[in-house]
């Protein structure tokens, strides 16, 4: 109903992805000229959207306009991303033609300060890990628990595949490890949620090796097998993580 109203009055509207991995893809091979997002539908997930476009060169100039939500979640989207127009429904119009003359520069610096909003999301949070959840780590480095800091409830973090869990987490440091054992972890995972985490380009060590895992070739893994992602992560300053799922039949 919305997007009729728009393209009644004159816009070329076109119907957004679910957020999501598939989303950033297309938004960076094809940036639109404005990106128009209602905090009155699940802020969190509209304000990582626009973090995540400030945060690719290609568009970083992309203006963004936000339908006003709740007031106390909208203000903080508006201090964490001050270059974004905020408005209503009955004045949006106005606001996409303001927002269209005043694009942001593409040069410009990602402020430190708006990713500082979306860190402040507890690691576990981000993770999908809940309360008195069996959490398998295959694979992950000697600090993670650190890394993960206070854990709900109940929860039991297992080293390998000895019991069922809930909730997989597998560190995978180069392709072949990647091909060579995804039959044996997604089996193990069941019809459990898998993380496929990986080493950043910018944090490989020292004599990393050559065939260091990215996200396409996880993400085709993963698909590979049967298997859909539908979250991307990044879990600290060295690893990046996308979320599967089976895919339903």
């Not at 119907?15 to 905090?39: K, M, V, W």
Request: glycine share 10%.
């Amino acid at each position: 109903m919305r997007a009729a109203g728009l393209r009644k009055a004159g816009w070329d509207v076109q119907n957004a992805l679910p957020p999501g991995p598939a989303l950033f893809t297309e938004l960076r091979t094809s940036p639109p000229d404005l990106i128009l997002i209602d905090l009155g539908r699940l802020p969190s997930h509209g304000r990582d959207v626009a973090l995540s476009i400030r945060s690719f060169a290609a568009t970083r100039a992309v203006p963004i306009v936000f339908i006003q939500g709740d007031p106390v979640k909208t203000a903080k989207v508006r201090s964490i991303l001050p270059d974004a127009f905020f408005t209503s429904w009955p004045q949006v119009s106005a606001a996409l033609r303001a927002a269209l003359r005043a694009r942001p520069m593409a040069s410009a610096a990602v402020s430190p300060g708006a990713f500082a909003g979306y860190s402040t999301t507890p690691l576990p949070k981000k993770l999908g890990i809940k309360e008195g959840m069996i959490v398998a780590l295959i694979g992950a480095p000697q600090d993670f628990k650190d890394t993960l800091g206070a854990l709900p409830c109940g929860v039991i973090l297992q080293k390998g595949t000895r019991k069922p869990a809930g909730l997989v987490i597998w560190f995978v440091r180069t392709a072949a490890a990647l091909s060579g054992e995804m039959g044996r972890i997604t089996a193990f995972a069941g019809r459990a949620q898998l993380w496929i985490a990986w080493r950043k380009k910018t944090a490989l060590p020292q004599g990393a090796p050559s065939d260091s895992p990215s996200e396409t070739t996880v993400r085709a893994a993963g698909l590979g097998m049967g298997w859909v992602d539908f979250k991307i992560c990044a879990i600290n300053q060295a690893w990046s993580g996308l979320l599967f799922a089976r895919r339903r039949k």
